[in-house]
């Protein structure tokens, strides 16, 4: 099991920036890559961006090529999602998840949090 603890949400003003992060527990081991979804009101859950754990190899959805940016620490266990230049059209819940080595989907999902920004 690895368990995902997110934290680093909140209120910003349209060109602000936020980061963040996405404690990992547990089988840390076992992650591969490590995905960023964002689900916004009435709207279904979308793809951000991933970084595979031990490479660091990155891609990102192109909504926010340019302006998003995953990383991770290794040491720390932890990812992050370093958000620039925000928009309003960027607030929504952000999620992280955790995908196994082997397996192709997000198995693990952190709790959430919420991203809110003003115009």
């Known amino acids: 099991q690895v368990q995902l603890v997110e934290s680093g949400g909140g209120l910003v003003q349209a060109g602000d920036s936020l980061r963040l992060s996405c404690a990992a527990s547990?089988?840390?081991?076992?992650?591969?890559?490590m995905g960023w979804f964002r689900q916004a009101p009435g709207k279904e859950r979308e793809f951000v961006g991933a970084?595979?754990?031990?490479?660091?190899?990155?891609r990102h959805a192109d909504s926010v090529k340019g302006r998003f940016t995953c990383a991770r620490d290794n040491a720390k266990n932890t990812g992050y999602l370093q958000m620039n230049n925000l928009k309003p059209e960027d607030t929504a819940v952000y999620y992280c998840?955790?995908?196994?080595?082997?397996?192709?989907?997000?198995?693990?999902w952190g709790q959430g949090t919420q991203v809110t920004v003003s115009s």
């Open positions: 998840a955790a995908q196994r080595r082997g397996y192709t989907s997000y198995e693990y």
């Open positions: 547990g089988r840390t081991f076992s992650i591969y890559g």
């Open positions: 970084i595979t754990w031990s490479g660091g190899v990155t």
